[in-house]
Structure formats: structure tokens, C-alpha cells
């Protein structure tokens, strides 16, 4: 099970941390993942970072401004959400999943429900 917290209502130019806490088995082998998703649109991948933390990667309109962690003593990955955008708004979701390829492509084995962000103008 995935869990996301840290969302709310910020203005632009703000700042956030998401939180994904996770209670999956053998979560330190998993690479873990951020997507968004806004109403009409596919949900899409943001950042993720892999099973030991040494390698991550953004999406283009993200990198920069939002940095991942991982925690992999107490089992929570982090999303640090810097100069937010109206367009960064969505609900962001968290995912894993063993395989990184799987994980950027969204095809991944555990889904947090998500939590919503909105940036005002």
C-alpha cells in the first residue's frame, strides 16, 4: 500500500513536499515514482527514482524545480516541489513498481490514491 500526503492550495512561485509512505513488502527493492494527473488528460509520469536512491529522473517541464527522495529506513519517498506553477496543478499520485522500465511507462504494480495539488496564479 502507497499513501500520499502533502498536498494542498499554494500560489505560484511556492513551495510543497509530497510524501508517499509506503507498507509494501521488500519496498527497498522497488523503484518508486511520481505521476499527475489533471481531469481530460492521461496521467503522467513526473519523477522517479530507483530502488537505492542513486539514480532518478524528471520529466522535462519538472526538472529543476522538483527534486525525489527516498528513505528506505522508514519506508517514505518524497517529492520536493519547488517554484510551482498553475500547470503543476493535479493530483499527483505514487507508484512502484520492480522494474524501472515499467515504472516510467506508468505500467506499475502499486498505486497510492493520490493527493491533490492546486497552484493559484
Known amino acids: 500500500q502507497l499513501v500520499e500526503s502533502g498536498g494542498g492550495l499554494v500560489r505560484a512561485g511556492d513551495s510543497l513536499r509530497l510524501s508517499c509512505e509506503a507498507s509494501i513488502p521488500a519496498f527497498t527493492d522497488y523503484n518508486i515514482g511520481w505521476f499527475r494527473q489533471t481531469p481530460g488528460k492521461e496521467r503522467e509520469f513526473v519523477a522517479g527514482i530507483n530502488w537505492n536512491g542513486y539514480h532518478d529522473h524528471y520529466e522535462a517541464s519538472v526538472k529543476g524545480r522538483f527534486f525525489i527522495s527516498r528513505d528506505n529506513v522508514n519506508y517514505v519517498v518524497y517529492l520536493q516541489m519547488n517554484s510551482l506553477k498553475p500547470d503543476d496543478t493535479a493530483i499527483y499520485y505514487c507508484?512502484?513498481?520492480?522494474?524501472?522500465?515499467?515504472?516510467?511507462?506508468?505500467?506499475?504494480?502499486?498505486w497510492g490514491q493520490g493527493t491533490q495539488v492546486t497552484v493559484s496564479p
Open positions: 507508484a512502484g513498481d520492480l522494474n524501472w522500465g515499467r515504472l516510467v511507462a506508468g505500467l506499475n504494480e502499486h
